[in-house]
């Protein structure tokens, strides 16, 4: 599939995630007004230009830290435990904390970090998604804040990336074969 040549039609510009990102960092704001010890956790890689541009939307004291668990894919049965490649620095017990991440498909990894880092015994742990696929949903797993639903497609741009590449494009983008 990866050296089949393609385009990329745009579907989300970058003005527009930017819109969104401010609405959402309005609820943010206000469900964690009384925080005094923000956790902000992107999942690597895909988040990282949704983070970079959420925290900087966001005025409340955070810190910044990131994990990198493998994805299964498909396969990926839903009672399996996530495997980590990369931890977080810091402890999250007792603490705050808002999961960033890039497209929730079939639901599989969110679902597994949100119990893996429960067990960790947070005091109040809520996640974020730029993107949502519903329709590709397997399990039972809603963020707590959604950018934008899109349907099926194959998306790349803002971090998201098809085989390493296309994460540097400002704007999300479907890619389509040609
Ligand atoms: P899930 O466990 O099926 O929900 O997988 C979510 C992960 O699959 C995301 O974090 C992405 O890394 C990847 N993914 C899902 N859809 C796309 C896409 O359209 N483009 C690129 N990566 C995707
Ligand atoms: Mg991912």
């Known amino acids: 599939m990866s050296d089949k040549p393609y385009v990329i039609d745009q579907m989300i510009s970058a003005k527009s995630i930017a819109a969104r990102i401010e609405e959402l960092v309005v609820e943010i704001e206000t469900d964690f007004a ?13 988040s990282f230009v949704f983070i970079a541009d959420l ?9 910044v830290d990131f994990l990198e668990v493998s994805s299964y894919g498909d396969s990926m049965e839903s009672s399996r435990e996530v495997r980590i490649l ?9 603490r705050d904390v808002l999961i960033v991440e890039d497209i929730v498909d079939t639901g599989h990894t969110m679902l ?11 005091r109040k742990l809520r996640s974020i998604a730029l993107l949502d696929k519903p329709s590709r949903r397997e399990v039972d797993f809603q963020a707590d804040y959604l950018g934008f639903e899109i ?27 040609t």
Request: glycine share 8%; net charge positive.
């Open 34 to 46: 009384k925080t005094d010890k923000l956790v902000v956790v992107g999942l690597l890689r895909g």
């Open 112 to 122: 597994n970090v949100t119990k893996h880092l429960m067990r960790r015994q947070p």
């Open 55 to 63: 925290v900087r939307e966001l005025s409340l004291p955070i810190e």
């Open 151 to 177: 349907p099926d497609e194959f998306v790349v741009g803002y971090g998201i990336d098809y085989a390493q590449r296309n994460r540097n494009l400002p704007f999300i983008g479907k890619v389509r074969f």
């Open 86 to 94: 990369k931890d977080l620095r810091g402890t999250i017990e007792d």
